[in-house]
């Protein structure tokens, strides 16, 4: 028996047939992988990159990117920038910081004749006109004024500098014949409402009549008093006057170095006025004239650093 015809022996048609279906049957899969891959491309062009180009920021017109960057400076100018109080002011006094922030809108000296102006050129006693603002109201039984403002002393000197620096209101609460003790014994009445910033410059009255020691146990009462109405408190010691021994208990410098060792413990601002006055600047043994009180004002403005 013969066996199979070899396939070239086979029938021609037959063998034709079954050469395509092997070819139809390779080539399936392999349509299938490209048919997959065409639409992927259709919907990538059609559909993603479309959205994609949508989304893009526009581009910026011609200095746009100039303009970006300056404004990007700017803001971190605007971010790191310091008022410019604080580094013009570095070092300076706090009275002076709070003057240049504009922190001050009220200023009150408390003080003796010296601070009201008695003796200066131009002084008008305010209990006398009663003209002037209520220095002292001790609930209506005693009740002082304040003395005018056309008196060239320092208070009036201290008075145009503040308010050409923003200050409102300014308080001379300068009392003729007044000591810290007074101060200390009814301080509600002589400091009235208070102020963002209050001067104290009391002791020439009282080193006629008590010890550096008493007159410390005073001012440790009456300058925490002033503390607490106020944002900064400038305590100014007496100035050294014509006086001498009996006239006063003790010399000048000793109630200055008292005030200063206080204040170094609280943290007031002291002012050293001892030196300030010259002999040639009084007209009497303890009021200086309109030179001697500007005198005063000038070591006031140079320690608290007041351009």
Known sequence: M????????????MAKHLSQKRRETSYGPLALVIGTIAVALVVLLVVVLPRLDDSAPAPAPAGADTDTKEQTMA??????????????YQGSSEVARLLA?????????????????????????????????????????????????AARCWANELRAYAQAHGVDRVINAGINGWFMKDLAHNSAAWLGEGADVIFVALGTNDAGYYSAAEYGED????????????????????????????????????????????CA????????????????????????????SLAIWDCIRTALDLS
């Open 2 to 13: 013969r066996g199979p015809l070899p396939l070239w022996g086979r029938d021609e048609p």
């Open 75 to 88: 803001s971190e100018s605007k971010t790191d920038a310091k008022p410019a109080s604080t580094d013009a």
């Open 219 to 262: 001012a440790a009462v009456a300058l925490a008093a002033a503390a607490g109405a106020c944002k900064e408190l400038v305590v100014v010691s007496p100035i050294t006057d014509l006086r001498a021994e009996p006239e006063i208990v003790e010399p000048i410098s000793d109630y200055r170095d008292v005030l200063q060792e206080l």
């Open 265 to 292: 413990q609280r943290g007031y601002t002291f002012v050293d006025a001892t030196q300030a006055v010259s002999i040639d600047q009084f007209g009497d043994q303890l009021h200086p004239t309109s030179e001697g």
């Open 101 to 149: 922030s504009g922190e001050v809108r009220s200023i009150r000296l408390v003080g003796d004749s010296i601070t009201a102006g008695f003796g200066t050129d131009g002084y008008e006693d305010g209990d006398l006109t009663r003209r002037g603002t209520i220095i002292y109201d001790d609930d209506g039984e005693l009740i002082h004024y304040e003395s005018g403002h």
